[in-house]
């Protein structure tokens, strides 16, 4: 039977950079919000503190080349960079893959997607603007292929994930808005080829159904299908109780809006996985974007690494038993995004237990 193939989702926003500087605050990070987090209800797991590699910065080789190893415990093949272009050849937070192409450690397996979105300095207040601090651009052909140029040392390095048919995988954070993928994916194809490589299989993240709908219809060649949203949507509220709504109306300033039990995700995401036997798993350890929206997003309440191993083993034995999928990758969203709750990463409170879970199925 061939092994699940592991992807975790890798955040490079652990450095200062002068845009942050600017927007912010002089040495904004994601660790700035991560540590400014405040629980906002009895029993609220804030502020999350990180273990082992403590608040690091990703300048320091050392700190890349642990993360491997701890990834490695986890049975994960490789991390998929968030990959930030704007267009006409503006990119931002790529000093860490940077180096790491140039350096060529850690080695350790790699692939990237796209984060094709713009920034916002956001309000989180449905009643006040967000601010617009760079704009998402796709300029055309010339853009596609000076992108593609930038990146080629990245594409023909030993470590860049394939799949069995030697494609390199390429994801796409924002399918729904890029109604240009056509002409990308053709340009980008033709520029493989014409480099000695073979191609691309470009993948789609889909966060929920709806999603998942729309991107269907740009033929992309994978759909990295997460169920958090479903989650949400499915939640039955009749099941609220009188005490939980009176303590909700107790902390309306300050109330998350769209919380759930994680153990309610991991059923959700089991049987949607189930259901749709043509996507490609996308997992979540925990998550709690309260850091940056103060419980305007959603929160996995009552976490548990058990629950994790849980989630792992189920969607291993679903990934198994397609027969349609060679290659039987799984993604894990993600190993170190601090800032939404949502990481495998050793913490205070739970160290290595969901590395170790993770790797009790996929090593």
Same mark, same amino acid.
């Not at 002068?18 to 912010?24: C, K, L, M, S």
């Not at 240009?180 to 159904?209: C, H, M, Q, R, S």
């Given at each position: ?217 740009? @033929? #992309?060649?994978? &759909? $990295?299908?997460? *169920? ?8 039955? %509220? ?22 759930? @039990? #994680?153990?309610? &995700? $991991?059923?959700? *995401? ?8 043509? %996507? ?22 009552? @976490? ?60």
């Amino acid at each position: 039977m061939t092994k699940p193939r592991v992807i975790a989702f890798y955040l490079p926003q652990f450095y200062p950079t002068p845009e942050n500087d600017e927007w912010w605050e002089p040495g904004f990070t994601e660790w700035t919000n991560v540590v400014r987090a405040k629980p906002l209800f009895k029993g609220h797991y804030q502020p999350r503190i990180p273990q082992e590699l403590s608040f690091y910065d990703l300048r320091v080789p050392e700190t890349r080349e642990r993360q491997a190893e701890l990834a490695s415990e986890a049975g994960i093949e490789g991390f998929c960079y968030w990959h930030y272009w704007f267009g006409n050849g503006k990119r931002l937070l790529d000093r860490v893959f940077r180096e790491v192409v140039e350096s060529g450690k850690p080695n350790f397996p790699f692939c990237l997607c796209w984060a094709n979105h713009s920034w916002f300095q956001k309000t989180w207040n449905p009643n006040l603007p967000n601010r617009l601090l760079i704009e998402q651009t796709y300029p055309g052909v010339d853009d596609y292929t000076a992108h593609f140029k930038e990146m080629l040392p990245a594409f023909k390095d030993k470590r860049y994930i394939r799949t069995s048919e030697g494609k390199l995988l390429f994801g796409i954070f924002d399918p729904v808005s890029f109604s240009d993928f056509e002409l990308f994916k053709d340009t980008w194809n033709t520029l493989a080829i014409d480099n000695g490589l073979v191609g691309f299989v470009f993948f789609a993240y889909t966060p929920g159904e709806k999603k998942l709908n729309i991107a269907e219809s740009y @033929n #992309y060649n994978r &759909y $990295v299908y997460e *169920a958090m949203n479903d989650a949400y949507e499915n939640f039955d %509220v009749k099941r609220f109780t009188f005490k939980w709504a009176i303590r909700r109306i107790k902390l309306w300033l300050h109330r998350p809006i769209r919380m759930i @039990n #994680y153990s309610k &995700y $991991v059923e959700c *995401a089991i049987s949607r996985f189930k259901q749709l036997e043509n %996507v490609t798993p996308c997992i979540d350890p925990m998550f709690d974007h309260s850091p940056r929206s103060k419980g305007a997003q959603q929160i996995l309440h009552n @976490n548990d690494p058990k629950l994790w191993g849980k989630l792992c083993r189920e969607v291993k034995k679903i990934v198994e038993s397609n027969p349609n999928d060679k290659d039987k990758f799984i993604f894990i969203k993600a190993w170190n995004e601090w800032g939404e709750g949502n990481y495998m990463e050793p913490d205070s409170r739970f160290g290595k237990a969901y590395i170790e879970e993770a790797g009790k199925v996929f090593k």
